[in-house]
Nanobody, 124 residues
Framework: QVQLEESGGGLVQAGGSLRLSCVAS????????MGWFRQAPGKEREFVAA??????????AESVKGRFTISRVNAGAQKTAYLQMNSLLPEDTAIYYC???????????????WGQGTQVTVSS
């Protein structure tokens, strides 16, 4: 069982930066990939980025490559994933969701656990 809690969303002007955090709490020792997805109003959920258990392998969507970076810190029962978002654009406006326990790799990854989401709004 994995519980996820996101934070760090908010309102920012175009060109600005935000850092999202996702704390994953687990009851038993486990290793798992984590990822970020987003869903804009009226659009389907889309993959943003993912990171493997150790943090030495990452993948990001083409739409955010060069602007967004995913990282993580594993500390005991808590694993925290970060999404650093720079040079934000109005089209980055969406609810951002954290996910854990991923299978596969890249944009087709499936995840078993999802957070509640955090709103990111980029004004022009």
């Amino acid at each position: 069982q994995v519980q996820l809690e996101e934070s760090g969303g908010g309102l920012v002007q175009a060109g600005g930066s935000l850092r999202l955090s996702c704390v994953a709490s687990v009851r038993a020792p486990s290793t798992f990939a984590m990822g970020w997805f987003r869903q804009a109003p009226g659009k389907e959920r889309e993959f943003v980025a993912a990171i493997n258990w150790s943090g030495d392998s990452t993948v990001v969507a083409e739409s955010v490559k060069g602007r967004f970076t995913i990282s993580r810190v594993n500390a005991g029962a808590q694993k925290t994933a970060y999404l650093q978002m720079n040079s934000l654009l109005p089209e980055d406006t969406a609810i951002y969701y954290c996910a854990a326990e991923g299978t596969g790799w890249g944009e087709t990854m499936d995840f078993d656990y999802w957070g509640q989401g955090t709103q990111v709004t980029v004004s022009s």
